[in-house]
Nanobody, 123 residues
Framework: VQLQASGGGLVQAGGSLRLSCTAS????????MAWFRQAPGKEREFVAV????????YYVDSVKGRFTISRDNAENTVYLQMNSLKPEDTAVYYC?????????????????WGQGTQVTVSS
């Protein structure tokens, strides 16, 4: 499956962005979809995941209550709505997929990756 992420940009602290990741090549609803991020000089970290149906989600503690992951299987797209952004959210954000009915939070479990989209939050 091929993943194409978009929606990044520059925003002031407290602002919002919505990232999108569109998939092609396989049956999108067979995949758990996740977002990861990587800040300069840091390891790529898990941010959020959604199961195949959209009925189950999980977030890293640092984004709970601020970020929302969702998916539209008819449009083969997963979203990450990011509100109340902080400078520490600055990173390249990657979408990832795993052929699974279960949630995945470990980057080694993800089989496919998008190209990344830069999110920069100014203070």
């Amino acid at each position: 499956v091929q993943l194409q992420a978009s929606g990044g940009g520059l925003v002031q602290a407290g602002g919002s962005l919505r990232l999108s990741c569109t998939a092609s090549g396989r049956t999108f609803s067979d995949y758990a979809m996740a977002w990861f991020r990587q800040a300069p000089g840091k390891e790529r970290e898990f941010v959020a995941v959604i199961n195949w149906s959209g009925g189950s989600t999980y977030y890293v503690d640092s984004v709970k209550g601020r970020f929302t992951i969702s998916r539209d299987n008819a449009e083969n797209t997963v979203y990450l709505q990011m509100n109340s952004l902080k400078p520490e959210d600055t990173a390249v954000y990657y979408c990832a997929a795993r052929l699974s009915r279960y949630l995945v939070t470990n980057r080694s479990e993800c089989q496919y990756w998008g190209q990344g989209t830069q999110v920069t939050v100014s203070s």
